[in-house]
């Protein structure tokens, strides 16, 4: 299984920017497919996650504001990111678990956004 993310970049504070992850290799409807992001010096953290059908988990400093999606016939999790902060710059991952038995994890290669007053 393997993960490809895009859209990351450079916006002022208080802009939006849309991140994507294509997942390929595996059946998308079997795997959880999550967003974290990491700064240097702390720990990834979650950003947001959602099954397959439409359950959703967000971190609290971007709850209101980024909301994920998925498109399960294009195989593709989305990351809208609104009203965007300074403290939103970081590196952002795409993740997705599950599977089939034994599950794994799998990480993308991350794409940075950098936010800017």
């Known amino acids: 299984v393997q993960l490809a993310e895009s859209g990351g970049g450079s916006v002022q504070s208080g802009g939006s920017l849309r991140l994507s992850c294509a997942l390929s290799g595996g059946k998308f409807s079997l795997y959880i497919m999550g967003w974290h992001r990491q700064t240097p010096g702390k720990q990834r953290e979650l950003v947001a996650d959602m099954t397959s059908v439409g359950r959703t988990n967000y971190g609290d400093s971007v709850t209101g504001r980024f909301t994920i999606s998925r498109d399960n016939a294009k195989n593709t999790v989305y990351l809208q990111m609104n009203s965007l902060k300074n403290e939103d710059t970081a590196v952002y991952y795409c993740?997705?678990?599950?599977?089939?038995?034994?599950?794994?994890?799998?990480w993308g290669q991350g794409t940075l956004v950098t936010v800017s007053s």
């Open positions: 993740n997705a678990r599950g599977g089939v038995f034994p599950y794994v994890e799998v």
